[in-house]
């Protein structure tokens, strides 16, 4: 199975910042890749997908790069509604359909 | 815009079944695959089982292979999970989720709506 570590486990930013959230694979997965933020009490929703396409209603703040197995997502200017949890996840082979650890963005 | 609900779930003792419904409304959901999720308290996402548009394909997890299994009903909007021989692991708020494609196994989407989970609990 295809595992993905997520980095680092808790990010501590204020409003502003920039936040960078790293996921590395085990083994390549070309762009096969999407995120996805969780507030507490809330269900998780899609971010990103194809490594770097934003998901419907994602503002423009929220982006994705990477390719092989790192990846990355960028918030650009945190808002205090991003303060949550991110998870990756991996398209590329399954099952099973594996997510990351997750990265909480906490506010500094 | 859709909508994902999820019920069924409860306190279940070990060995017990459980059956999970969603409803789907707001899209065309004999279009796409469908999914369930878990996240154990506290924990991180689990994939658990994936069905394609049409019922005709099904994946699992390895440590509910045999024991869970996923169904839907495209005339009635509805995707299901019969969860047989329940363990304390299995312990987890279970989330329907939507798939952006029709098999479910299209690398480049994502799971693009989700419910708002529900809970299940087993214990002695």
């Known amino acids: 199975d295809i595992v993905l570590t997520q980095s680092p486990a808790t990010l501590a930013l204020s409003p502003g910042e920039r936040a960078t959230l790293s996921c590395r694979a085990s083994?390549?997965?070309?762009?096969?890749i999407a995120w996805y933020q969780q507030k507490p009490g809330q269900a998780p929703r899609l971010l990103i997908y194809?490594?770097?396409n934003r998901a419907a209603g994602i503002p423009a703040r929220f982006s994705g790069s990477g390719s092989g197995t790192d990846f990355t997502l960028t918030i650009s200017s945190l808002e205090p509604e991003d303060f949550a949890v991110y998870y990756c996840q991996q398209r590329y082979s399954w099952p099973p359909n594996t997510f990351g650890g997750g990265t909480k963005v906490e506010i500094k | 815009e859709g909508h994902l609900v999820e019920s069924g779930g409860g306190l279940v003792q070990p060995g017990r079944s459980l059956r999970l419904s969603c409803a789907a409304s707001?899209?065309?959901?004999?279009?796409?695959?469908m999914h369930w999720v878990r996240q154990a308290p506290g924990k991180g996402l689990e994939w658990v089982s994936r069905?394609?548009?049409?019922?005709?394909?099904?994946d699992y997890v390895d440590s509910v292979k045999g024991r869970f299994t996923i169904s839907r009903d495209n005339a009635k909007n509805s995707l299901y999970l019969q969860m047989n021989s329940l363990r304390v692991e299995d312990t987890a708020l279970y989330f329907c989720t939507k798939d952006m494609d029709g098999s479910g196994l299209n690398p480049h989407d994502g799971f693009d709506m989700w419910g708002q989970g529900t809970m299940v609990s087993v214990s002695s």
């Open positions: 707001g899209f065309n959901f004999d279009d796409y695959a």
């Open positions: 083994q390549s997965i070309s762009t096969y």
């Open positions: 194809d490594a770097s």
């Open positions: 069905i394609s548009w049409n019922g005709g394909s099904v």
